[in-house]
Nanobody
Framework: QVQLVESGGGLVQPGESLRLSCAAS????????AGWYRQAPGKQRELVAA???????NYADSVKGRFTISRDNAKNTVYLQMNSLKPEDPAVYYC?????????WGQGTQVAVSS
């Protein structure tokens, strides 16, 4: 059984930074894609960033140039560096690991941006 545990969320002011971490406990087999999603109140969950096993990355247009996803395969950990946070970024951020045939989700970590 694999569990994903996110950390690093919090309250910051506009323009500040946060770094989210997602650590997988248990064994993840195969070549997997990891991603960060977010869901704001009243909105659908959306993809923020994803990274393949070969380190190919893609980002939502709204975060390009500000957020960076990375991974440490030896530690089974995925990171999301969020810079220049904006008032539209607050949400619950979820980690996802797509390890066919399995799909794992974390419990989410809250990110708030307020002046």
């Amino acid at each position: 059984q694999v569990q994903l545990v996110e950390s690093g969320g919090g309250l910051v002011q506009p323009g500040e930074s946060l770094r989210l971490s997602c650590a997988a406990s248990g064994s993840i087999w195969g070549i997997y894609t990891a991603g960060w999603y977010r869901q704001a109140p009243g909105k659908q969950r959306e993809l923020v960033a994803a990274i393949t096993y070969g380190d190919k990355m893609n980002y939502a247009d709204s975060v390009k140039g500000r957020f960076t996803i990375s991974r440490d395969n030896a530690k089974n950990t995925v990171y999301l560096q969020m810079n220049s946070l904006k008032p539209e970024d607050p949400a619950v951020y979820y980690c996802n690991v797509d390890d066919p045939p399995y799909d794992y989700w974390g419990q989410g970590t809250q990110v708030a941006v307020s002046s």
